[in-house]
């Protein structure tokens, strides 16, 4: 039923095999490098700047006109955002940067020394 080819036959189509393999791999490298010589970048003028694209986020927001109470900061660490409250009202809100990994800010309480 099944035929087993002698050793000096199965060699020279082995051989036959690796030739046709190198052939096909050198025509696939040749069909890339012939499609991408026509691509070029586009012009100048089409091109928008990235900040263009992606706008960046408002800061924050400020808002205490009327709002009774002591003033308080509560900085959340995983939103990297800074919450300002008068009292129990909310009165602004903003983006903050508290550190990298490795120099992180500690959480705890702290007083503001000076302001601006």
Not at 7 to 27: D, E, H, K, S, T
Not at 57 to 82: F, T
Request: aromatic content about 10%; overall charge positive; proline content about 9%.
């Amino acid at each position: 039923m099944f035929r087993i080819a002698p050793p000096n036959q199965l060699r020279v189509n082995i051989r036959r095999f690796m030739r046709l393999g190198w052939c096909i791999q050198f025509a696939l490298v040749g069909a890339i490098a012939v499609l991408f010589c026509g691509c070029e970048e586009m012009p100048q003028q089409l091109q928008k700047p990235l900040a263009a694209i992606m706008p960046t986020p408002a800061p924050g927001w400020w808002n205490d006109e009327g709002a009774p109470g002591e003033p308080r900061i509560v900085v959340h660490l995983a939103e990297q955002k800074a919450y300002f409250y008068k009292g129990k009202h909310l009165v602004g809100e903003s983006t903050v940067s508290t550190g990298k990994k490795g120099f992180s800010t500690p959480p705890g309480h702290y007083s503001i020394v000076s302001k601006d």
